[in-house]
């Protein structure tokens, strides 16, 4: 793992431990890696809607766009990580039909799903003007960061 990466990490554990709420944690995590990681241009948190668990909320999040507030479990590359309880990374948006578009700018996307005790709560979502950006160190990171949130969590 890079050592922006580390530094990073550490940063997030160490602010979760006195955090006030999960929101704050996403907030945190979501200014830093947009500020941090250049190719981060989208960087946010939906949250399963407590009315309709079919639905993904938008949650804390930085980037140049406005989200998609709302996206149906059957819809986007948020709905499919969700839907499938996998991680999901595409290299290049164009090239999937499931994409559900925040702004023409994007090329790749990663989107994390967060568990807790075993029910999806949240995803991670980072949008990329890059092409490729999500590669399997960056991955691994992403998953880091939201294992952070996941473990806030189910601290609740
Ligand atoms: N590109 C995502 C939607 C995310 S919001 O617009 C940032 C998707 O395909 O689900």
């Avoid at 407590?50 to 909320?57: E, I, K, M, N, Y």
């Amino acid at each position: 793992m890079m050592l922006v990466h580390e530094e990073l990490l550490r940063e997030f554990q160490d602010f979760a431990l006195i955090a006030p709420t999960p929101e704050s944690v996403m907030e945190r995590i979501a200014q830093r890696l947009h500020e941090k990681m250049t190719r981060y241009n989208w960087v946010g948190f939906y949250v399963i809607d407590p009315v309709d668990p079919g639905v993904l909320l938008v949650g804390p999040f930085v980037g140049s766009f406005t989200p998609n507030a709302r996206i149906p479990l059957s819809t986007g590359l948020c709905g499919a990580a969700a839907s499938s309880g996998q991680v999901v990374v595409v290299h290049d948006v164009s090239k999937d039909p499931r994409y559900l578009a925040g702004s023409p700018l994007v090329k790749c996307e990663i989107v994390v799903p967060i568990f807790v005790k075993n029910k999806l709560a949240a995803e991670f979502d980072i949008e990329s003007y890059f092409a490729s950006t999500f590669t399997k160190p960056e991955q691994d990171f992403v998953e880091a960061c939201a294992a952070i949130v996941g473990k806030y969590l189910g601290k609740g």
